[in-house]
């Protein structure tokens, strides 16, 4: 569940209020905005140690390969980099690699590679990956017509291929995420590369923007907003910009999550007179009401076979987290811990929940629950964090932080070691996303 609509559904109607409001949108896919910072605040307690040679034929600077790939291990806070200026050698061939030189530095690991002219501006581009204790080679590519400006999207995918030859656990450096910005009354929905670089606006509003979701292919990205004085949910094409309304029933339309197949999406609903959860066909039909009670239900989300959706219900006298199978059928609660459990997402692999916990005296945290064994394990320190979203590998989640005024995003890792914030000076951020996979460059 986001943040707007925790407070809406359980602590003030911000539907209503935002009813009143006319919706101003410009939409403006393609506009460059401020880049998000990161900022390491916590690291794994042991480190790998690698050395990124300079790439032989490469750019010096923050976007030369080598720099981008180092960047991304080093922000994922499980690689510790050996300093260029430590480097005995800078070897671009696999003959040219002494692993004395590597043992030297500590280095368990050394990768290598090479930039080669080709036709038309573009180059081909090679790496390798070696481990240093036993010279053998883990991974390595030749990438043919790479041009100028799909380098750094190559260097991200590379340092994906290093990852998870590594940890044997498939990297997210070339992924994207969603999130909303805030200036005054301006609104913008903006998708970035997954390291805060290439910022793109493709909505601009003077209405809010709630609980962009991505399909599961990437291509689009639903949304509730309003539109002539209504609530409504949106569906945009992340390229293009194009945008099809999906949803503006007489009330509340809100909380949109797509199917895992992309062909239908649930959302919240109060045409009937209540928030119930509904999934409507995106080829057409009317919306079909999946839950059955008085109380509110709100923040459906799916399981990655489909067959569930979990949703927030303050049925039991508090909100907690219930599922009820996407065909329709018994709805069952799934949270039992703590008197506040919000805004579930499930893991890709299906057997986690990450939701907002909130305890008394100890604020509002980003939890993770097993959904077998029901153990949960509390992940952040609050006092109002909320709207997680996991990345596509599972290892990681993104959130909303609040303290004091400020806003911002951060991250931890599924066990609580690695931690990050991500921030934009002069703007809240809030309501993120995280990508699914993409394809390779």
Do not use: C
Request: neutral net charge; aromatic residues 8%; without cysteine.
């Amino acid at each position: 569940m986001n943040t707007s609509e925790i407070s809406f559904l359980y602590s003030k109607p911000k539907w209503v209020e935002l009813g009143l409001l006319g919706l101003l949108l410009v939409l403006l896919a393609g506009t460059a905005r401020a880049e998000l910072r990161i900022e390491i605040t916590q690291g794994a307690a042991q480190t790998i140690p690698i050395a990124v040679v300079p790439y032989g034929g490469d750019s010096a600077g923050a976007d030369a390969i080598h720099a981008v790939i180092g960047a991304d291990l080093g922000r994922s806070g499980q690689f510790r980099l050996v300093p260029d200026d430590q480097m005995v050698s800078r070897p671009t061939e696999a003959t040219q690699v002494d692993f004395r030189d590597w043992q030297l530095v500590m280095a368990q690991y050394v990768t290598i590679g090479r930039v080669l002219p080709g036709l038309d501006g573009k180059a081909d581009v090679e790496f390798e990956l070696f481990n240093v204790a036993t010279g053998q080679r883990m991974t390595g590519a030749r990438f043919a017509g790479v041009a100028p400006a799909n380098r750094r999207r190559l260097a991200h995918h590379i340092a994906d291929l290093i990852y998870e030859a590594i940890t044997g656990v498939r990297g997210v450096f070339s992924t994207r995420v969603t999130y909303v910005t805030q200036v005054g009354n301006n609104y913008e929905l903006q998708v970035a590369d997954a390291d805060g670089h290439n910022p793109v606006t493709v909505l601009r509003t003077q209405e809010p923007v709630l609980s962009p979701a991505w399909s599961a292919d990437g291509r689009f990205v639903a949304y509730a907003t309003y539109s002539n004085r209504r609530a409504a949910i949106f569906r945009q094409d992340v390229s293009t910009g194009v945008r099809q309304l999906v949803s503006s029933f007489p009330g509340l339309n809100g909380a949109p999550a797509f199917s895992p197949d992309g062909h239908r999406i649930a959302m919240v609903l109060s045409k009937d007179g209540n928030p119930d959860i509904y999934v409507m066909d995106l080829a057409g039909g009317p919306p079909r009401r999946l839950s059955q009670h008085y109380a509110i239900d709100t923040e459906p989300t799916w399981s990655p076979d489909g067959r569930y959706i979990y949703f927030t219900s303050d049925r039991s006298g508090g909100p907690q987290i219930y599922r009820v199978p996407s065909t329709g059928g018994a709805e069952m609660r799934v949270t039992f811990e703590g008197n506040y459990n919000t805004r579930a997402r499930v893991s890709p692999d299906g057997r986690k929940l990450a939701m907002v916990h909130g305890a008394a005296g100890r604020g509002y945290r980003i939890a993770v629950q097993d959904i077998a064994s029901r153990r949960l394990d509390v992940l952040t320190d609050g006092p109002l964090d909320e709207s997680p979203s996991f990345a596509p590998n599972g290892q990681i989640i993104i959130y909303t932080t609040k303290s004091g005024g400020a806003e911002a995003l951060a991250t931890v890792s599924v066990d609580g070691n690695v931690r990050q914030r991500l921030g934009i000076s002069q703007a809240k951020v809030r309501e993120p996303g995280w990508s699914p996979f993409g394809s390779a460059p």
